[in-house]
């Protein structure tokens, strides 16, 4: 028996996702997430792409706190955000290790497009 079976009755709460903003990341690349998150749903919804599995948890349009959580280290400049990098300390950049900036891709065309531009 795995750990993930019930035993007995099962429950009729459905699990949610909530946004959880993270203090670090540049807020253009979370809305440039969530666009393409969004994408992968309504694509499956009118039926142009198969989906596998299980169906996605809902999400939650109600954001949470921002935490700073775990920071990665060595992305582009830009992709931390701007007054959280400014913040630390010149130790903390050093060890960050952020690569130059380049442009974060924008999405282009009508509202379900699928075509990202690298401006580079």
């Not at 400014?86 to 509202?111: F, W």
Request: proline fraction near 8%.
């Amino acid at each position: 028996m795995s750990g993930e079976e019930t035993d007995g009755g099962s429950s009729r709460r459905e699990k949610q996702l909530a946004r959880v903003p993270v203090r670090w990341i540049n807020p253009e690349l979370t809305r440039l997430f969530h666009v393409m998150d969004t994408w992968k749903s309504a694509l499956a919804d009118e039926g142009f792409a198969s989906t596998r599995g299980n169906r996605p948890f809902a999400r939650s349009s109600t954001a949470k706190e921002p935490v700073t959580g775990h920071v990665t280290k060595a992305l582009l400049r830009n992709w931390y955000d701007d007054t959280w990098y400014r913040s630390q300390s010149d130790a903390q950049r050093l060890i960050l290790n952020a690569a130059p900036v380049r442009p974060i891709p924008t999405l282009v065309g009508p509202a379900l497009c699928l075509s990202l531009t690298y401006p580079y």
